[in-house]
């Protein structure tokens, strides 16, 4: 059996766009569990500005410097949380709180790509694939 592979799109780019799927995440064969989850503010908007990502601890619209995040964890429920709070935290503190909590993830801000060092890379299918330690391989 070959790896399950799931392309990550740059909701950045339009969606014909030839480089819209800039990373594929591979599972292995025979992986027990393994859930991603992607949360953007490029989705759902509505007048300037304005999209669904609510910050609780003001109750309005999130003023946010990330605009999309994808979290590799065990657990859908999880990787959907964590995710949507790194959008939250933004790209100076979410990479060391996902770090700490042992997930992978992909960070995209307006103009850049954040990813944690621990991550491995491996050709699948003509495509570079990111493999997480301990998250995507059995």
Do not use: N
Not at 32 to 44: I, P
Not at 87 to 115: C, F, H, K, N, R
């Amino acid at each position: 059996r070959s790896a399950w592979t799931i392309e990550v799109e740059d909701e950045r780019l339009p969606a014909d766009a030839p480089d819209r799927a800039f990373r594929w995440l591979a599972f292995e064969p025979g992986q027990a569990q393994g859930a991603v989850a992607t949360s953007t503010t490029l989705k759902r908007q509505w007048g300037r500005g304005r999209h669904h990502v609510i910050d609780p601890r003001t109750g309005q619209v999130a003023s946010i410097e990330l605009v999309q995040a994808t979290v590799i964890a065990d657990d859908g429920w999880w990787a959907e949380a964590a995710a949507t709070a790194a959008l939250l935290l933004g790209p100076q503190l979410a990479p060391a709180w996902l770090d700490s909590l042992d997930v992978s993830y992909i960070l995209v801000t307006g103009d850049s790509v954040i990813e944690p060092q621990a991550s491995m890379r491996q050709q699948h299918d003509g495509h570079e694939c990111e493999q997480p330690i301990g998250v995507l391989h059995s």
